[in-house]
């Protein structure tokens, strides 16, 4: 009955707003606070600080960067799920924070379709399977050919919930058994991989682009569907005998549901608009990513699309929710 109730509010709040039409109209009035799910210097906090410059000149008015990373992006979601519904806190949050988290997670304390209402698709985040420069590993062949050699001898590094599905999920698709080593951060991880402690992960392109052009991992296999412009000659995951895992996360900005529709379309057009920029184009060359414009309407089609996905996939890895 509560969820049902909460449910109920939630579509009144959205029905109807105390937002009056002079407000809307002359929204942003005060700062704007982006709230992200990841840590300042990432690719996403790179992207959300663009974003938020273009932001502030479309509108004269500030929109400030809150950086909210930790529990697998539990924390900043629910913040911006809870904050009021006046287009003055919004959330920049990635794929698997709405639509992985909820079946990876009893208790998730936010529900991606009632507690937010998507703005704009902005960006697309490739993903790639790297080891060590020092690795004996060049190929994907390699490595389960060793792993099948001698299954559980080999193991992997996990950052965060979306990344061990991904790996369950290629582990699986390669018929291999490795050992998951769980890390609490990124940058705790990359240590142990590049001095070859972890025999492989996957990585963001963005973020695996400069260390294989320092020399410090080799890129194996892309998890999506094409090759990627900032490393072409690496070929996809199908491409290289492992078919069945094709995954790109995705950026896109959300506010709490219930934001009166006229603010909603309005940022929605700017950072659509930002999208297609020169300068967002310049941060997707550099960062290996590509623009991934989309509306509204169109990211919660994206949304409904990619949980069917991660639930099939956690169901194969066989991955039970915390």
């Not at 690719?43 to 938020?52: F, H, K, N, Q, Y």
């Not at 291999?176 to 025999?199: E, F, R, T």
Request: aromatic share 6%; glycine share 6%.
């Amino acid at each position: 009955m509560r969820r049902h109730l909460a449910a109920s509010f939630a579509l009144l709040c959205s029905l109807f707003s105390t937002a009056t039409p002079a407000q809307t109209q002359k929204y942003p009035e005060r700062p704007v606070r982006i709230v992200s799910v990841t840590s300042p210097g990432t690719g996403v906090d790179d992207l959300t600080r663009l974003l938020a410059k273009d932001l502030n000149q479309k509108s004269g008015q500030s929109f400030v960067v809150e950086n909210r990373p930790g529990a697998n992006t539990i924390l900043a979601c629910d913040h911006v799920a809870k904050a009021a519904p006046d287009g003055y806190t919004l959330l920049l949050a990635a794929a698997s924070s709405m639509s992985a988290n909820p079946f990876l997670f009893k208790n998730l304390p936010y529900n991606p379709q009632r507690d937010f209402v998507p703005i704009a698709r902005l960006s697309a985040l490739p993903v790639v399977l790297v080891v060590s420069t020092s690795s004996p590993y060049r190929t994907v062949a390699d490595l389960t050919a060793a792993a099948r050699a001698k299954p559980l001898t080999l193991n992997y590094g996990t950052s965060s919930a979306g990344y061990r599905v991904m790996l369950a999920a290629f582990n699986e698709s390669a018929r291999i058994q490795s050992l998951d080593v769980p890390y609490k951060a990124m940058s705790n991880l990359l240590p142990d991989l590049i001095g070859g402690v972890l025999d492989y992960t996957v990585l963001e392109v963005s973020a695996a682009v400069p260390l294989v052009q320092a020399h410090k991992l080799r890129a194996l296999a892309i998890l999506s569907d094409s090759r990627q412009p900032a490393l072409a000659d690496v070929p996809t995951l199908a491409e290289a005998g492992v078919p069945g895992v094709t995954l790109t996360s995705w950026i896109g900005l959300f506010a709490p549901a219930g934001t009166p529709p006229a603010i909603v379309e309005k940022l929605s057009r700017w950072s659509l608009q930002f999208v297609s920029s020169p300068e967002a184009a310049t941060h997707f060359s550099r960062r290996g990513t590509m623009a991934y414009p989309g509306s509204g309407p169109e990211l919660g089609q994206t949304i409904i699309r990619d949980q069917a996905q991660w639930k099939r996939l956690i169901s194969v890895a066989g991955i039970q929710p915390e």
